[in-house]
Structure formats: C-alpha cells, structure tokens
C-alpha cells in the first residue's frame, strides 16, 4: 500500500512558477514509476508527466514540454513538478500517482495509486 499527498499548489499569475511536491509512505516508494496528472473542470484527466522508478527516463506532455520538470528524490520518497511560464490553461487539480514497477506509463488506469490532488491556478 502506498499513500500520496500533494502540496504546493496555489494562485499564481501568468508566467509564474510553482513547484508542486507528492511525498509517499512506505518504504516501496523506489520501486514504483510516477506520474503526475491534470483534470480540469469539464475535461478529462490527462497525463502531464511521468518518470521511472530509477529517475532515468522521463515522458512530458506536448502541452508542458519545456516548461515543466518532473524530478524524484527516492531517499526522500518524493516526486516533483517544478512548473515554469505556467499558462492559464493549465488551471487544474494536480494529482500525483504511483504506478507500474518499472517503467512509467501515460494511462491513468496504469497507476494503482493516487494522492487526493492539489490545485493550481493562474490567472491575473
């Protein structure tokens, strides 16, 4: 069993940053890929990055690439998103969630784990 809880979220102008922070319990934490996903009102989830247990391999949607960075510390059992020239669309609950052993996957149904999400908002 893995637990995920999100921080970091807020109110931020256009153009700003955020880092957003999704700490896991348990002592498995290395052994899981992660993602990081979106939902916004009305829309579906989708996935916005994900990365491997071991940090080496890394996957970006076409809508952040370039603008957000997704980390993880396994001695601190925690994964990152750092968010840069954040854009009013992406307004939206973030969600952390741990996934396939191994390597990430971009579906959603692939992750078995899922923190309780984090908001991000921007706007002026």
């Known amino acids: 069993q893995v637990q995920l809880v999100e921080s970091g979220g807020g109110l931020v102008q256009p153009g700003g940053s955020l880092r957003l922070s999704c700490r896991a319990s348990g002592r498995t934490f290395s052994y899981y890929s992660m993602g990081w996903f979106r939902q916004a009102p009305g829309k579906e989830r989708e996935i916005v990055a994900a990365?491997?247990?071991?940090?080496?391999?890394?996957y970006y949607a076409n809508s952040v690439k370039g603008r957000f960075t997704i980390s993880r510390d396994n001695a601190r059992n925690t994964v990152y998103l750092q968010m840069n020239s954040l854009k009013p669309e992406d307004t939206a609950v973030y969600f952390c969630?741990?996934?396939?052993?191994?390597?990430?996957?971009?579906?959603?149904?692939?992750?078995?784990?899922w923190g309780q999400g984090t908001q991000v908002t921007v706007s002026s």
């Open positions: 990365i491997n247990s071991v940090g080496d391999k890394i």
């Open positions: 969630a741990a996934g396939p052993l191994g390597a990430y996957s971009t579906r959603a149904d692939s992750y078995d784990y």
